[in-house]
C-alpha cells in the first residue's frame, strides 16, 4: 500500500538590501559596499548573500516607491548620495545612474518619495531634497535646508544634527529629527512633491533627550493619532500626541516617556536606542536598544487618557549593537532582521504572541547598518 505524499508548505522567501559601513579597524572606502541577501523564512535560513556593488560607507539605504530605484547615502565627511537601478540579471544587480553631493556632512538617512528624494545629513544638521523623475532618476537641483540650535549634552549636542526624516501620515510634511536641537523640524511639501518649505518645529523634547528614530502610529490601531521617538541620549521612547496647528499642519506635544528598555548594559557602557518601528499589526512598538544589546518589545494600549507603552520583554540578541533592523510580515508572526554593527552579524528571529522570541537565523556580514525589504519580487 502507498502511503499519502505530504506536501511541504510552500517556501516563503524575502528578499532584502543591506547597507554597511567600514569593517572594523579599516577606513572609509576599504571595500564596503550594498549587499543582497535572501531570508528563507520556511527553512529558516540566509541565502545567497553578496555585496552587488561597492561603494563607500553607505550606511543607510531606500527603494523608491516602485523597488526600481536604490538610493544609497555615502557617510562621510563629503557625503554622497547616489542612485543604483535595479536590474533583474543573476538575482537583482545594481547600475550605477548617478552620484550626487548629500548637501552635507556624514549623511546617515534616506527617503524615496515619487517625485524627490530626502536625505539627513548627521554632522551638518542639513536636510537636503533631490527631485527625481518618474523613473526615479535625480531630476533637477537639490535644496539644502539648514538646521539651528543646540543641547545641554555638549559633546554631543554642539549644534543641529538631523539623524532621520519621515514623512507625515498624510504626505503634506516632512519631519526631520534633531538630535543635537531636541526638537523635530517641520518642512511642508511643496504641490509638486519634488520640494519642501520651512514650516517651524513640529515638537520639542526634553532638554538631553538627543530624539534619533521617529514613528508614526497605524491607522485603525491603538497607536492612531500618535507617533513616537527615541531619545539616543537620554535612553527613553517618548510618546508624542498628533494634532492640527494653525497652519492646517501636523504637529505634535510629547506627552510620556518610558525607558527604552530594562535590561542594563554591560558595566561601563550606557544604553543607546538606534531605530524604533511598529509591529506588522500596528499593535506593538519593537526597539533596538545598542549597549545592552536587545530588541525590547511594547504593547501599545489606549485608554481615556491616550495610549500607553507596556513592556512585554527585552530579547536579547546575538549580535551586538544593533543599528538598524526590518519588520517583515509572516504568517507565523514578526519576523525582525537585526543589523549587528559591531559584530558584524545579520540575524532574523521570530516574535512570539507573548513578546518573547525564537531565533531563526544569522549570518556573518561585514558591518551591517541598515536592513531594507524588498517586497516587489519578479514572476
Wanted: proline content about 8%.
Amino acid at each position: 500500500m502507498t502511503s499519502p505524499s505530504v506536501q511541504s508548505p510552500p517556501s516563503d522567501v524575502r528578499r532584502l538590501w543591506l547597507g554597511t559601513y567600514p569593517a572594523p579597524g579599516t577606513s572609509s572606502g576599504g571595500g564596503e559596499g550594498v549587499w543582497r541577501v535572501d531570508l528563507d523564512v520556511t527553512a529558516g535560513r540566509f541565502d545567497g548573500a553578496r555585496q552587488v556593488v561597492a561603494t563607500a560607507s553607505p550606511s543607510f539605504v531606500a527603494l523608491s516607491p516602485d523597488e526600481g530605484t536604490l538610493y544609497a547615502v555615502g557617510e562621510e565627511s563629503a557625503g554622497t548620495l547616489s542612485a543604483f537601478r535595479v536590474e533583474a540579471v543573476d538575482g537583482d544587480a545594481l547600475e550605477l545612474l548617478a552620484t550626487l553631493p548629500s548637501g552635507g556632512a556624514d549623511p546617515c538617512h534616506v527617503v524615496a518619495r515619487p517625485d524627490a528624494v530626502w536625505v539627513a545629513n548627521y554632522s551638518s544638521g542639513t536636510f537636503t531634497t533631490v527631485p527625481v523623475d518618474g523613473a526615479g532618476a535625480f531630476a533637477g537641483e537639490s535644496a539644502v535646508h539648514p538646521g539651528e540650535g543646540t543641547g545641554p549634552v555638549t559633546d554631543r549636542q554642539e549644534g543641529p544634527h538631523a539623524h532621520f526624516v519621515a514623512p507625515t501620515p498624510d504626505g503634506s510634511a516632512a519631519w526631520v529629527v534633531d538630535l543635537g536641537a531636541d526638537r523635530v523640524r517641520r518642512y511642508r511639501v511643496t504641490a509638486d512633491g519634488a520640494g519642501v518649505e520651512p514650516a517651524g518645529t513640529a515638537v520639542a523634547l526634553p532638554p538631553g533627550t538627543g530624539p534619533r528614530h521617529l514613528v508614526f502610529g497605524a491607522p485603525g490601531t491603538p497607536g492612531e493619532g500618535f507617533a513616537f521617538v527615541v531619545g539616543e541620549l537620554d535612553d527613553r521612547v517618548h510618546v508624542l500626541a498628533l494634532r492640527t496647528d494653525d497652519d492646517g499642519l501636523l504637529a505634535a506635544d510629547a506627552v510620556t516617556s518610558v525607558p527604552a528598555c530594562v535590561t542594563p548594559g554591560p558595566e561601563g557602557v550606557g544604553a543607546f536606542p538606534s531605530h524604533v518601528a511598529l509591529s506588522s499589526d500596528g499593535t506593538r512598538l519593537y526597539v533596538a536598544v545598542r549597549g545592552p544589546d536587545v530588541v525590547a518589545v511594547f504593547d501599545l494600549v489606549r485608554d481615556d487618557a491616550g495610549v500607553r507603552l507596556v513592556h512585554r520583554s527585552d530579547v536579547a540578541l546575538e549580535g551586538v549593537w544593533p543599528r538598524h533592523f526590518a519588520v517583515l510580515d509572516t504568517a507565523a508572526g514578526d519576523v525582525l532582521v537585526v543589523a549587528g554593527q559591531n559584530s558584524s552579524m545579520l540575524e532574523a528571529l521570530r516574535v512570539r504572541s507573548d513578546g518573547g522570541s525564537e531565533p531563526l537565523a544569522s549570518l556573518s556580514l561585514p558591518s551591517p547598518a541598515c536592513v531594507v525589504e524588498r517586497r516587489i519580487l519578479e514572476g
